[in-house]
């Protein structure tokens, strides 16, 4: 079983749709929790960090679900410049990040 | 927030032939970066961790001879694709650790194509 599970998608969605995405991780012992976006052909960014009580910010809320090592993205209102490949990824203490397949999402006027 | 550089952005080079990927953090020290590679449509797959002063150490899987990481200070780290061939053609990200806990950030990427 891969260490970050996601559907690659792609995600085709209209502008102003509200899109969710999932991710699974294997390793309990995961400490924190991230979604990151990569354009095409650009370095991954940081979205946001993911906590176990949820979090928003702006469109996004990011939740998180320890028992069941799943971990979630939900982006309002769609923008066409929302359009990027989403990256789940985890990280167990000071060690190099895990980062799942990514998901395609394309809003479209 | 801190910044990290690489150089070259993007190499064109021929099979047989070494190449040297430069990674630099521009406002702070890095004891520890990474070295990530990325093939179309794949996930960031880590290549090896470089620590400054000491060997790096690498993943399962890549050849460490073949890929040669020197971390020499503590700003800059490079990797070097010796005896490149086209299935070496690929994304190349490095990322710093930064001071806070789970700080990492990564430098812009390079693109390798080897002909």
């Known amino acids: 079983r891969k260490e970050v599970e996601q559907d690659p998608g792609p995600f085709n969605v209209p502008e102003g749709a509200t899109v969710a995405f999932n991710c699974t991780y294997s390793?309990?012992?995961?400490?924190?929790f991230f979604w990151y976006r990569q354009d095409c052909r650009k370095e991954p960014k940081l979205l946001m960090s993911?906590?176990?009580s949820g979090n928003e910010d702006g469109r996004f809320t990011a939740q998180l679900n320890r028992a069941s090592q799943y971990i979630s993205l939900l982006i309002r209102d769609s923008k066409l410049s929302d359009s990027a490949t989403y990256l789940c990824?985890?990280?167990?203490?000071?060690?190099?990040?895990?980062f799942g397949k990514g998901t395609r999402l394309s809003v479209i006027a | 927030g801190a910044v990290v550089s690489q150089h070259p952005s993007w190499v064109i080079c021929k099979s047989g032939t070494s190449v040297k990927i430069e990674c630099r953090s521009l406002?702070?020290?890095?004891?520890?970066m990474f070295w990530y590679r990325q093939f179309p449509k794949q996930s960031l797959m880590l290549m090896a961790t470089?620590?400054?002063?000491?060997?790096?150490?690498?993943e399962q899987g890549v050849e460490k001879d073949k890929f040669l990481i020197n971390h020499a200070s503590l700003t800059l780290s490079t990797l070097t694709v010796t005896s490149a061939h086209p299935e070496d053609s690929s994304f190349y990200i490095c990322?710093?650790?930064?001071?806070?806990?789970?700080?990492?950030?990564f430098g812009p990427g390079t693109r390798l194509t080897v002909t």
């Open positions: 406002d702070f020290q890095a004891t520890t």
């Open positions: 990824v985890v990280n167990s203490g000071n060690t190099p990040l895990v």
């Open positions: 470089s620590n400054e002063g000491s060997k790096a150490t690498y």
């Open positions: 993911v906590y176990s």
């Open positions: 390793n309990s012992a995961s400490q924190s």
């Open positions: 990322s710093a650790l930064g001071t806070g806990p789970y700080e990492q950030y």
